[in-house]
């Protein structure tokens, strides 16, 4: 792993909008201490391990709240195998609860000096341990093309203490004043991962229960290998003044996941459900021109028979709309795995 600097703790800065403001405008990003309440944390974490663990991501013989996984299980976002367990954690009642807690919204108002919106959008993820024969992390992107609309914050939070070692995020600081940077395809987030050198320093560092890490949707960041054998498990959620635009894209619960009465459906209080229709909201239609270009690369890169394809395909049969696309991506997937249509999920 390469080497890499500490974050700057802005936690006795926490009340000071102007300072967070001027320090996020500087670096990109803010790493600050027990901004959410340890035992809401512990919380969902205990409801998304029991989960983990009737899904048959944590190993038999040990102790669900120690988090060890199983190996066997290894799998990753969009496969099918990990959308079957992942959306019954994604929809749990408390971990959107977590992201919405009043802690949170205070501090991004402090930021913006007038109402926070969190979108309804958000992240679960769930990292295996990196071993030979499974190897995924998160690799250097920005938000900015996956969440359009204007400027926008994520608040990265893992649920759990997690050690650099765990598959702790790192921050590129600086690298926000560089604008969208050109993309490849691979499996990085939205299978696209930055095909030009990375400005800015690379720096990271070991979270406590609570703690989050907040940075702009322009700043690069990745996450660094799981070198445990703990499931390293974290959300991300995005946040932004009230009045300003939001992509519509970013209104729908997490791309397979179904629709939001399923989702509440699941849930036993309604506190929260629709929270966003109280605010009156601008919407932008979200900018596909990235996706476009991705695919375009995925589909010739699949043609000549390259592997790497397969996420963004996987992402295609999963999340587009073109029905011609879905079935070209279909068709390819089916070619790069051999001849097997098992792999290939097809939106319901
Ligand atoms: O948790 C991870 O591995 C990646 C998180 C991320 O990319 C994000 O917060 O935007």
């Known amino acids: 792993m390469q080497k890499m600097e500490k974050f700057l703790d802005s936690t006795s800065i926490r009340d000071d909008g102007h300072a967070l403001t001027e320090r996020l ?14 035992d809401a944390v512990v919380q969902v974490r205990t409801r998304l ?10 190993e038999d013989n040990s102790l669900i709240e120690s988090g060890i996984a199983n190996q066997d299980a290894a799998c990753k976002d969009p496969e099918e195998q990990y959308m079957k367990v992942f959306r019954n954690l994604w929809a749990d009642e408390e971990l959107h609860r977590l992201r919405t807690h009043p802690a949170v919204l205070k501090f991004f108002e402090g930021i913006f000096g007038e109402p926070a919106l969190a979108h309804p959008s958000f992240v679960q993820r769930n990292i295996f341990p990196q071993r030979e024969d499974f190897d995924f992390t998160t690799q250097p992107h ?11 914050y994520a608040m990265w939070v893992p649920i759990g203490d997690c050690p650099v070692e765990k598959g702790s995020l790192a921050i590129a600081a600086g690298s926000h004043r560089f604008g969208v940077l050109d993309t490849k395809v691979g499996s990085g ?36 290998p799981n070198q445990t054998n703990e499931l390293r498990q974290s959300f991300d959620a995005r946040y932004q003044p009230a009045t300003h635009a939001i992509c519509e894209y970013a209104l729908d619960p997490y791309a397979g996941c179904g629709s939001w009465e399923e989702v509440y459906s699941t849930w036993n209080s309604t506190d929260q459900q629709y929270y966003w229709k109280d605010f009156d909201l601008k919407t932008v239609p979200q900018d596909r021109s990235y996706y476009e270009a991705r695919d375009k690369m995925a589909f010739q ?13 996987l992402r295609i049969v999963q999340r587009d709309k073109n029905p011609g696309k879905i079935k070209k991506a279909q068709h390819l997937l089916i070619e790069l795995d051999g001849g097997s249509e098992n792999s290939v999920s097809v939106p319901g």
């Open 25 to 38: 405008d500087r670096d990109g990003y803010l790493f600050i201490r027990q901004l959410l309440p340890r």
């Open 49 to 58: 391990l029991k989960k983990a663990a009737e899904g048959g991501w944590l």
């Open 142 to 152: 920005q938000d900015k093309v996956h969440i359009g609309g204007d400027t926008n």
């Open 189 to 224: 987030a939205g299978g696209m991962d930055i095909s030009v050198p990375i400005p800015g320093q690379w720096i990271t560092g070991s979270f406590d229960l609570g703690d989050a890490l907040i940075f702009c949707d322009e700043t690069v960041h990745q996450a660094v």
């Open 301 to 313: 890169m699949a043609e000549n028979g390259d592997t790497e394809a397969r996420d963004a395909l």
